[in-house]
């Protein structure tokens, strides 16, 4: 069963927020869950409150192949000047090439620290097998020394202040793309043979940015690895990999904070009227150079896949379980 433990009392958080003052965007959702929007905050509140609470923040970002000397050193840098400033930060950065990953100067109460990581041959994989690796970090080291964890792409570069009005116990985005269309247009995965599978839903997220408390996070990304390897078993990949399962999970565990996409904008956007700020902007994408040698094709398990997979079907349902 999924817990959320309120840390910050809801009645409390809902007081701090002006929502009358956006009148134009949706600033709740129908479960009484608010959507952050700039200009309804006072960020010295939130600020104060976490600081009280002792919150302290682990961030993981994977930089695999290419990746890390495309992205990586504008993403920490960036990381550095606005993301929970004030707060204790860890960003555990994920990587294949660990001798690559640049150094940075970091400010009090913040590291890093480089955990070394498998290559896998197609980025779908890297994609969707993060959720495994972000569970076993959590288990093994978060969980003892942080209260919030943060999981974010390396491709994306902090503009402004992406602070504690972000934390809460189950946060989600709304993807840039997607938060005024129907829901007719949603990019839902519509196979039946999925775990993926969804008919309808409440919003479109954006697995580029996902949060809250360690418990939550941990319950998360089991959920979407345990309907990743389901999938395996059954030779079904779902349309957006492990963002198809996220937004899956979030249908049935309600997020209890949304970010609105002025928390990871795209800049090629046109109509930019509901963006009073950028807080965090898609990074130029070059998937032509970056991808190049990684294959696309998805190929049927082998012997010894379907018996490691059944292995850790076993593994994750009786942690998801529990």
Not at 31 to 59: C, T, Y
Not at 86 to 114: C, H, M, W
Not at 187 to 196: F, I, L, M, Q, V
Request: aromatic content about 14%; glycine content about 4%.
């Amino acid at each position: 069963k999924l817990h959320i433990y309120n840390i910050l009392p809801q009645q409390k958080i809902h007081a701090t927020l002006n929502t009358q003052a956006r009148p134009l965007v949706q600033t709740f959702t129908s479960w009484k869950a608010p959507v952050i929007w700039e200009g309804m905050f006072d960020f010295n509140l939130f600020d104060q409150r976490h600081a009280e609470e002792n919150s302290s923040v682990a961030l993981t970002v994977f930089a695999v192949g290419r990746y890390l000397d495309a992205y990586l050193k504008t993403f920490l840098t960036s990381a550095e000047q606005h993301f929970m400033l004030g707060l204790p930060v860890t960003y555990y950065v994920f990587t294949d090439s660990p001798e690559k990953v640049p150094n940075i100067t970091l400010a009090s109460q913040r590291n890093i620290k480089v955990i070394q990581v498998q290559k896998h041959a197609r980025w779908q994989d890297i994609s969707m097998m993060r959720m495994r690796t972000i569970s076993e970090i959590i288990e093994s080291e978060i969980r003892h020394k942080f209260r919030y964890v943060f999981c974010f792409d390396v491709d994306q570069e902090f503009k402004g202040r992406f602070g504690s009005e972000a934390l809460g116990d189950s946060v989600a985005l709304l993807h840039a793309h997607y938060y005024k269309l129907p829901k007719a247009r949603f990019t839902y995965d519509r196979n039946p043979k999925s775990k993926a599978f969804m008919e309808t839903g409440d919003f479109y997220y954006h697995a580029a940015i996902f949060g809250g408390l360690w418990q939550n996070v941990k319950h998360l990304v089991d959920a979407c690895y345990l309907g990743i390897i389901e999938d395996k078993l059954n030779n079904v990949e779902a349309l957006w990999h492990d963002e198809s399962h996220l937004n899956k999970y979030f249908w049935i565990h309600k997020p209890s904070k949304l970010l609105s996409p002025e928390y990871c904008w795209d800049q090629s956007i046109w109509d930019k009227r509901d963006i009073l700020v950028t807080r965090l902007v898609w990074a130029p994408k070059h998937y032509d150079t970056l991808r190049m040698h990684q294959r696309t094709a998805t190929s049927s398990p082998s012997p010894d896949l379907h018996h490691q997979t059944n292995c850790l079907f076993l593994m994750v349902a009786l942690s998801v379980s529990i």
